[in-house]
């Protein structure tokens, strides 16, 4: 669960969205299949969505890239270069590299673009968090 210090930054920094959204939001990722082992991607993105800046680059409005999954980020990286059915997208596709969160597991991947193909082949990847709590405070730059 994300810790009170770390959600105060994120109200600093980003603010909340309307109570009305989150519910919304928390809707439609339960309609995609997240669940409990996504508790913190869940709330992150049902709270504080929003096209967000860290070290790699921008990071999608995901929840609301979400709300139209046929033309979402993630819809089109599966069907263009076959990106499994747990991955979602979350780095703005304006960027050649990928960010990709294994809903199954709660981990996170960077991975290069001249490498995509063998990510999904197998699994190789230039850069990985155990999980999404690890991946958003070190991409935020966040210190406790």
């Known amino acids: 669960m994300l810790d009170n210090d770390f959600k105060e930054y994120l109200n600093d920094e ?16 339960k309609e995609l299949g997240f ?5 913190d991607f869940i709330e992150f993105w049902a709270t504080y969505s929003d096209e967000i800046y860290g070290k790699i680059g921008y990071l999608v409005d995901l929840a ?12 089109i990286l599966r069907k263009n270069i076959g990106l499994p059915d747990n991955y979602f997208s979350l780095l703005n596709n304006e960027l050649d ?6 809903k199954n ?3 996170v ?13 197998n699994k190789q990847f ?5 999980n999404f709590e ?8 966040y210190n406790a």
């Open 35 to 39: 669940g409990e082992v996504n508790h």
């Open 126 to 130: 230039s850069k990985h968090w155990d």
């Open 97 to 102: 590299d990928y960010i990709l969160y294994d």
């Open 105 to 107: 597991t709660d981990e």
């Open 109 to 121: 991947f960077f991975v290069e673009a001249p490498t995509i193909q063998k990510f999904i082949e």
């Open 14 to 29: 980003f603010g909340r969205i309307f109570p009305e959204s989150q519910e919304e939001y928390r809707k439609l990722f």
């Open 134 to 141: 690890y991946f958003i405070k070190d991409y935020l730059n």
């Open 64 to 75: 609301m890239d979400l709300e139209d999954f046929s033309s979402s980020q993630t819809e």
